[in-house]
């Protein structure tokens, strides 16, 4: 059975989730920041005729993400999806495909990644230029999306700025940068930031500024604040080059997400 979620089902929906803490940040983040009533946020359950919970299905803006055990009720969140003229499709490697076969149509460009985790204990930062590294604010969120739309791989999003201003006023998300002579060269940033766990994603450098070790400055430096605080981080990655980075600063492979754009 399923039907939608509300605050009297959280320690339920909690307690599911944190099977896999790391593969569901998203949702957990998700829920502990905008709850179960807001108008760009949904939550499904899938219960067993005895009540336990099986499945969960997130709505965030258009991007749904699904999550549950072998038996949940893959016709029943489609049949949700659907409705959704816009929806875009997201999440861990093994679910997606449950419903990839039973969702008709074109999905839009798939983009199948790795996801890895990195822990304080597993952290090898070791930079001696972090200084340089600052933490954006909201007056920089412009100058974040220019950078990132001058970058060939990243792929805009039309509530881009809407989602980061309401995320980094809630603390839910954090972008650090670098500039040379005035001008934003690089920067990451955070998302789906949880009382556990972030998301790092917005890896990008500017094409004349590569090769220079900016990203990686940033990278440490956001990474060396978000683990002090006791969080662990996860990112994707289906470069090998750059999976031969985030390595080398202690990220491990822990799986593989599936996204449609």
Not at 195 to 216: D, F, L, N, P, Q
């Amino acid at each position: 059975m399923i039907r939608k979620l509300t605050a009297s089902d959280n320690v339920q929906v909690m307690e599911f989730l944190m099977d896999e803490p790391s593969l569901n940040l998203f949702i957990i983040g998700d829920i502990e920041s905008f709850g179960y009533d807001s108008d760009f946020q949904e939550l499904w359950g899938d219960f067993t005729l005895t009540g336990n919970l099986r499945g969960v299905l997130l709505r965030y803006y258009h991007t749904f993400i699904p999550y549950g055990k072998e038996d949940f009720d893959v016709l029943g969140f489609v049949d949700i999806i659907k409705k959704d003229p816009e929806f875009k499709l997201s999440g861990i490697e093994k679910i997606v495909e449950k419903l990839e076969d039973a969702i008709e149509g074109n999905l839009g460009r798939k983009q199948v990644t790795y996801f890895c985790e990195c822990t304080k204990e597993q952290f090898n930062g070791e930079s001696s230029e972090l200084f340089a590294v600052k933490k954006a604010g909201i007056d920089d969120i412009d100058r974040i999306l220019e950078l990132r739309a001058g970058i060939q791989e990243f792929v805009p999003n039309p509530h881009g700025k809407e989602m980061m201003v309401k995320a980094m006023e809630i603390g839910k998300a954090r972008t650090y940068f670098i500039e040379v002579n005035g001008e934003m060269v690089a920067s990451v940033s955070t998302t789906a930031e949880n009382s556990i766990s972030a998301m790092i994603v917005g890896v990008c450098t500017s094409e004349k500024h590569r090769k220079k070790g900016y990203a990686s400055q940033v990278m440490e430096k956001l990474m060396a604040d978000v683990l002090e605080e006791g969080k662990s981080l996860c990112l994707f990655y289906d470069n090998p080059e750059a999976g031969r980075i985030y390595k080398r600063l202690g990220f491990k492979d822990i799986g593989r997400w599936t996204m449609y754009r």
